[in-house]
């Protein structure tokens, strides 16, 4: 029965995220700074309600409701299907917003670093583990934040500073072990779909692809996996 209403809430919940994700877009513009210190914006095609985002709105919900299930059976305790919860639900807000505005707003790796420590009080108080759990949340931090770094420079660039610290605080709240899956996922997924649009000549090698609904692909597949 849990396992059902869980599924339930997760499914309800980011239903939810996705439509206050899209109003939030639709009120902004992407600003972009020129060479020469100008700021441009550039113009996109708003989220409105269709047939086609109608049809997307019922898969990811139905997707986040399997999700929540697979989690409320596998994961090892409540705090930990809090933790999964909460990723989940920014990463999708996350992949909504940065897939239009190419941004991530600083407050949703904020609200998760604030979560986490909540949970941490909770777990000193109720759980043994507490200390080795805040352990794999740091280094999981730590490690992912240099690989993305160094990735950054490699790259010149090619990984946003809001990609670096979403997967950073995902890795705060979720251990190392779910954050480097889902990393490895969101990289997988990322060189699948650019191949594909450059062999589609859709795009070229110089231009860059948002991360946040890789991230929310590579998240999403390591919990349908149960890889945490």
Do not use: H
Request: one cysteine or more.
């Amino acid at each position: 029965m849990f396992s059902i209403i869980q599924s339930l809430c997760w499914g309800i919940l980011s239903a939810g995220i996705l439509i206050l994700a899209a109003l939030y877009t639709n009120k902004r513009a992407v600003r972009t700074v020129s060479g020469d210190g100008w700021e441009s914006v550039q113009s996109f095609k708003s989220y409105r309600m269709n047939r086609y985002s109608g049809s997307i709105l019922l898969l990811i919900t139905a997707v986040s409701a399997a999700c929540g299930y697979l989690v409320s059976v596998y994961a090892v305790s409540i705090a930990a299907c809090i933790e999964l919860g909460v990723c989940y639900l920014a990463v999708l807000g996350s992949a909504v917003i940065d897939f239009k505005l190419r941004i991530i707003p600083n407050y949703i790796p904020l609200s998760l670093l604030a979560a986490r420590l909540l949970l941490f009080v909770y777990e000193l108080l109720c759980v043994d583990e507490a200390l080795s759990a805040m352990l794999s949340s740091l280094l999981g931090c730590f490690l992912c934040g240099v690989v993305l770094v160094i990735a950054d420079k490699i790259s010149k660039g090619g990984i946003g500073k809001g990609d670096i610290k979403l997967i950073c605080s995902i890795g705060f709240v979720c251990g190392i072990y779910a954050v480097l899956t889902s990393l490895l996922l969101s990289m997988l997924s990322c060189i699948l779909v650019a191949v594909i649009l450059l062999l589609a000549k859709k795009k070229t090698a110089k231009d860059l692809l948002p991360f946040g609904p890789f991230i929310y692909l590579g998240f999403t597949g390591m919990l349908l996996l149960t890889l945490y």
